[in-house]
């Protein structure tokens, strides 16, 4: 009965209330996507503290992305307070490793000062080193065959042997760039996993206190996180996860859904829970994404009930070219928007993509009909010049010893020192094994005359305009703390001012400078949140262990250059649109755990998805059910004749949905009547639009050129096998063309 009356189980039902409360030490949660899994998760995690009395920075929970995290955090802060949102470790496995090697990482020999590599800095170092052996290796491959190597001491089994004998250049490569990182205290995304296990593994009493671990999108773990998830567990081995096998996405990463049977394996007595309510989409758009995924014969079968209305049918929709897919999702878009008054806006609708490259032509179309979008899944923000630029000089103020920090801003702004030389200066400080900054400093204090020459005028520049800026503003950096009058803002500013970055900008790039500038005014106000929500929410501290010894890094520039490093789902558009109703574009692995109101799945053909370079078909095909799942409303997939690589050869509909094309998608525009209406409204928990609000937004909305019915013929003979079936055929005398159909 007390149960009952708790008001975070009563929204819940009966299954997801079991796993919510239920006593066994080891739970886990298999269901299909919309069953709840992550609601179950949020809700357990409050229950543990209310009920059980944990202290929430005894739980730990790890999310897949920063953007599942901050939900998470926002709903356990609504009921339980902000106390408790501060102080639950909650977050990605990259951002909690972190946390704790900042820590705790002096325990096994880490500067706790360590700065982290990501994908591109950690590519660009490879490269460099492949360039400088002639190594016959591409970097990218590289890359990943280090990755899988590092994972690899955590792996269930060990990798399917290669037919092809490994390159031995490629051992070399990994030596050495292990070696550049180690020297320039660099730690890139797999490091922080395996260094963290370390820490874990050998120095236990840092998680003694940790009573709860939980675990959300448990499929896509790899090996490291299994360990490290044992790991954080291993003072009282209580465990709750959830997943759903139908929707590993990760494989290429290393993720094992084997995972799965070890758990099961390690931990015998798991109350094993499913869920079987599907409270995300309506039936048609679940049964549409069911038929793609049940194709999938060796799959482990689940039970996924709709809990809503058949609704609108979804859309499959084949255009001419990218270009005209680009318009016809945009007038889509509009006329949804438009059709739904005030019950759906911009913010409502996400355009999801096999592979960001595929985001170009919808982009345009976007642009060109004045929309505002979003982009997840891309580092687009933080990867402009000017801003990596920046990003470079916080990295060498924070952490001197960062070498390639250093080497990349050693001539920028311009000071007249060559590439060679440049080059030559980090070979010299990586045969004397010192740091690039230690040996520009001893070139400047005339100390060292050496192998490197550099003009007398040359060193007199780098010392005032490189060496005492940077050691400048270090010693304000490390006057910056949460409750201090210096700010990271003011930082950023005096550092502009210092290296006259505007005036940089105005000579160096004459023709858009003034955009540029207004990016730069965009990460000033980036770090302005950041600094306000660290104050408030953020408090990235441990808790106090009793005769557990902590580094208490309270430097706000490390924390704001890591959150920068692991929000790989950064969100930010050109033009700030965080805060205006924009469109979402995101890739499909970027938003699993997602959901929105309506959802796009441009290019769907085969090439694009399955991927022409994908190794594991049964992949692809779940990455188009978490795709096609994220939706609750409206569902549209597309596919042009045409595709946008190459040289836009012509391509076939995806084998994923050419079987059943015809039986299960309108081929023509969603049609909107009132039950429609009204089923969205009740998926949505929103208000029946008015008539008249939907009537208001039609002038506004479109231009008297726009084609409000954009249903174009189209070439039948290469829509064959798209006749729609069922239809929603206009009432009264049969139409010429089918611009009338179905808006009844
Ligand atoms: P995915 O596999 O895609 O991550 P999930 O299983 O984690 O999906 P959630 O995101 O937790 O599913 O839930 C899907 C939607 O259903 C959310 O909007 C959530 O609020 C809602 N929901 C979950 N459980 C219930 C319930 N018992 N009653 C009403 N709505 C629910
Ligand atoms: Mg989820």
């Not at 052996?133 to 290669?162: C, L, M, Q, V």
């Not at 730690?187 to 296990?197: K, S």
């Not at 090996?223 to 990760?250: C, W």
């Not at 084998?655 to 059943?660: E, G, R």
Request: aromatic share 8%.
């Amino acid at each position: 009965a007390a149960q009952a009356e708790n008001p975070i189980l009563k929204s819940l039902n009966a299954a997801q209330r079991r796993a919510v409360t239920s006593n066994a030490s080891t739970v886990a949660i298999l269901a299909g996507p919309g069953s709840g899994k992550t609601h179950t998760l949020t809700s357990r995690v409050v229950w543990l503290v209310q009920q059980t009395g944990y202290q929430p920075s005894d739980i730990v929970v790890a999310t897949f992305t920063v953007k599942a995290a901050r939900e998470m955090k926002e709903r356990i802060g609504k009921v339980l307070g902000p106390d408790c949102e501060r102080k639950i470790v909650l977050g990605t496995f990259h951002s909690i490793a972190r946390r704790y090697l900042s820590a705790y990482g002096k325990h096994i020999g880490l500067d706790f000062k360590f700065g982290i590599a990501d994908d591109g800095d950690s590519r660009a170092v490879i490269q460099r080193i492949c360039k400088r052996h002639d190594f016959n290796i591409d970097p990218g491959y590289a890359r990943s065959w280090i990755s899988k190597k590092k994972a690899k001491g955590h792996a269930t089994e060990p990798a399917p042997n290669k037919k092809q004998p490994e390159n031995p250049s490629l051992n070399e490569c990994y030596r050495e760039y292990q070696e550049h990182l180690e020297r320039s205290n660099l730690l890139d995304y797999d490091d922080l996993l395996v260094r963290c296990v370390e820490l874990l593994r050998e120095y236990p009493a840092c998680v003694s206190n940790i009573q709860a671990v939980l675990i959300d999108e448990y499929q896509d773990t790899n090996g490291i996180q299994y360990e490290l998830m044992k790991l954080f567990a291993q003072a009282r081995q209580r465990i709750t996860i959830v997943g759903d096998p139908d929707q590993s996405i990760y494989g290429w990463r290393s993720a094992e859904i084997r995972n799965l049977y070890r758990l099961l394996r390690d931990y015998p007595d798991t109350d094993e829970i499913s869920l079987e309510e599907n409270y995300r989409s309506s039936q048609s758009i679940l049964d549409v994404s069911l038929t793609v995924i049940q194709q999938d014969k060796k799959r482990y079968q689940k039970v996924l009930l709709p809990v809503h209305t058949k609704g609108a049918r979804p859309v499959l929709r084949k255009l001419k070219s990218s270009a005209a897919e680009g318009d016809w999702i945009v007038s889509e878009i509009k006329r949804a928007v438009m059709m739904f008054g005030d019950m759906l806006t911009y913010e409502d609708v996400a355009i999801l993509l096999r592979s960001a490259s595929l985001s170009r032509h919808i982009e345009a179309a976007l642009g060109k009909a004045g929309l505002a979008y979003r982009m997840i899944g891309g580092h687009k923000f933080y990867e402009r010049k000017e801003i990596k630029i920046l990003l470079d000089y916080l990295r060498a103020i924070y952490q001197p010893d960062n070498n390639d920090a250093i080497a990349r801003i050693i001539n920028v702004p311009r000071r007249g020192i060559g590439d060679t030389t440049i080059k030559r200066l980090i070979e010299e400080a990586e045969q004397l094994k010192i740091s690039l900054w230690s040996l520009l400093r001893k070139h400047c204090q005339g100390s060292r005359k050496a192998t490197t020459k550099i003009l007398p005028k040359m060193e007199q520049k780098l010392n005032t305009e490189l060496l005492r800026i940077i050691s400048n503003l270090q010693t304000q950096a490390q006057q910056i703390t949460e409750d201090s009058q210096h700010t990271l803002v003011d930082l950023i500013e005096k550092l502009l001012s210092q290296l006259d970055f505007k005036q940089y900008l105005e000579s160096e790039y004459p023709e858009d400078h003034e955009q540029r500038w207004q990016n730069v005014q965009e990460f000033l106000s980036l770090a302005n949140d950041f600094v306000r929500d660290a104050a408030n929410l953020e408090d990235e501290m441990l808790p106090e262990i009793e005769d557990v010894d902590q580094v208490k890094d309270d430097s706000i520039l490390g924390r704001f250059l890591a959150n920068v490093a692991l929000a790989s789902d950064a969100q930010k558009n050109d033009d700030g649109a965080e805060k205006k109703a924009v469109i979402t574009i995101s890739t499909i692995h970027a938003a699993k755990g997602l959901e929105w109101p309506v959802v796009f799945v441009p290019s769907v053909y085969a090439g694009s998805i399955p991927h022409s370079r994908a190794e594991d078909l049964d992949e692809e095909r779940r990455l188009l059910y978490v795709a096609m799942t994220r939706a609750q409303a409206l569902l549209y997939l597309s596919c042009p004749l045409y595709g946008s690589q190459g040289m836009g050869a012509k391509v076939e509909l995806s084998p994923f949905v050419s079987p059943f094309a015809s039986a299960a998608f309108s081929k023509q525009g969603a049609s909107f009547n009132r039950p429609i209406l009204e089923g969205v409204a009740k998926i949505l928990g929103r208000d029946l639009p008015s008539e008249k609000a939907i009537f208001a937004k039609l002038p506004t909305m479109f231009s008297p050129e726009d084609n409000l019915f954009p249903i174009d013929p189209i070439d039948t003979r290469d829509a064959e096998g798209l006749e729609d079936s069922e239809g929603y055929r206009p009432k009264g005398p049969k139409r010429q063309r089918l611009n009338n159909q179905g808006y009844g």
